[in-house]
């Protein structure tokens, strides 16, 4: 079993609607969550940076985390059609791993149009 | 402000050369972090290097693969005698400071013939 988890999608969906992106996770010492968006053939681009459980809301884009479900989640408010990208979670724990980052295999979001 | 700078950006070479790939963090961050991201893949950890400190080496899949970083800054990724499993996007990103987001450049696209 992977220690992050992420449905990697393709998750398409029409132009304004909410998108709600997830990843779940196994290590509980885990206390930094990071959402990145990736374009295609770009890097990923730091999106949210959250610690430990509760919410964050940037602009069109909240991330949520529950720790105690070990799940967080990514949600994008009235989508673009240039919101589509490969979105990715990551995590990492605090102490002297907390530079490690985990990453999911990310979600491709497609927004129509 | 200038990111995070990768070079080249795209790299073909035949099995069995070695091959360099150069990162320039952002300016004032002291730590810096190289990533493989394979198709279908999520990132994968290879090296971190914080100020002066010995690097950490643990995500270095081979002996084959080795990275150093001068002056506390530009940094260098060699894989030498290159196989075709080696064949990724190498992300390079840098931090302020241990704990701080990771911001990653466009990488280097690197294929073994």
């Not at chain 1, 997830?22 to 010492?29: G, K």
């Given at each position: 079993q992977k220690e992050v988890e992420q449905d990697p999608g393709p998750l398409s969906v029409p132009e304004g609607a909410i998108v709600s992106l997830?990843?779940?996770?196994?290590?509980?010492?885990f206390q930094y969550f990071m959402w990145y968006r990736q374009y295609s053939r770009k890097g990923p681009e730091l999106l949210m940076y959250t610690y430990s459980s509760g919410n964050k809301e940037d602009g069109?884009?909240?991330?949520?985390?529950d720790k105690s479900s070990k799940y967080i989640s990514l949600f994008i408010r009235d989508s673009q059609p240039s919101d589509s990208a490969t979105y990715l979670c990551a995590m990492s724990a605090t102490g002297a791993g907390t530079y490690k980052y985990i990453f999911g295999t990310g979600t491709r979001l497609k927004v129509l149009a | 402000?200038?990111?995070?700078?990768?070079?080249?950006?795209?790299?073909?070479t035949e099995k069995g050369k070695d091959v360099e790939l150069r990162c320039d963090p952002i300016s004032g961050h002291t730590a810096l972090y190289w990533y493989r991201q394979s198709?279908?893949?999520?990132?994968?950890?290879?090296?971190?290097?914080?100020?002066?400190?010995?690097?950490?080496?643990s995500g270095l899949p081979s002996d084959r693969f080795s990275a150093e970083r001068t002056g506390g800054?530009?940094?260098?990724?060699?894989?030498?005698?290159t196989q075709q499993e080696d064949s990724a996007v190498y992300l390079c990103a840098s931090s302020l400071a241990?704990?701080?987001?990771?911001?990653?450049g466009d990488g280097t696209r690197l294929s073994i013939l």
């Open positions: 997830n990843c779940t996770y196994s290590n509980s010492a069109r884009f909240t991330a949520q985390v | 402000g200038a990111g995070v700078s990768q070079s080249p950006s795209n790299k073909v198709l279908g893949q999520g990132l994968e950890f290879l090296i971190y290097f914080q100020g002066n400190s010995a690097p950490d080496k800054s530009v940094s260098t990724l060699t894989i030498q005698r241990r704990r701080q987001p990771q911001h990653f």
